[in-house]
């Protein structure tokens, strides 16, 4: 089992920049990739981001390339995606999620555990 626990939510601005944290507990946190997902009010669960567990590899949804990057700490048990000129269409509730296995995995199902999510709202 890992448990994940997501904080660093908040109300920003537009523009502004905010840095989630996810950290993880249980079974070794280095052999397991890391995915980022979010969903707005209405809408379905979305892939944000994924890093491997050596965070030698990430992927990103096009609307967030260039403004979103992933990280991890593996020695700290905690993965970080650090968010820049935030837009209102970011605003979401944002889940980190872990699954075992490198190739980069875009899709809900193949996660297997997640995390309660933080709220991020954005005003333009």
């Known amino acids: 089992q890992v448990q994940l626990v997501e904080s660093g939510g908040g109300f920003v601005q537009a523009v502004c920049s905010l840095k989630l944290s996810c950290a993880a507990s249980g079974r070794a946190f280095s052999n397991y990739a890391m995915g980022w997902f979010r969903q707005a009010p209405g809408n379905e669960r979305e892939f944000v981001a994924f890093i491997n567990w050596s965070g030698r590899s990430t992927a990103y949804v096009d609307s967030v390339k260039g403004r979103f990057t992933i990280s991890r700490d593996n020695a700290k048990n905690t993965v970080y995606p650090h968010m820049d000129s935030l837009k209102p269409e970011d605003t979401a509730v944002y889940y980190c999620?872990?699954?075992?296995?490198?190739?980069?995995?875009?899709?809900?199902?193949?996660?297997?555990?997640w995390g309660q999510g933080t709220q991020v709202t954005v005003s333009s």
């Open positions: 999620a872990a699954r075992s296995g490198s190739p980069v995995a875009l899709q809900l199902g193949l996660y297997d555990y």
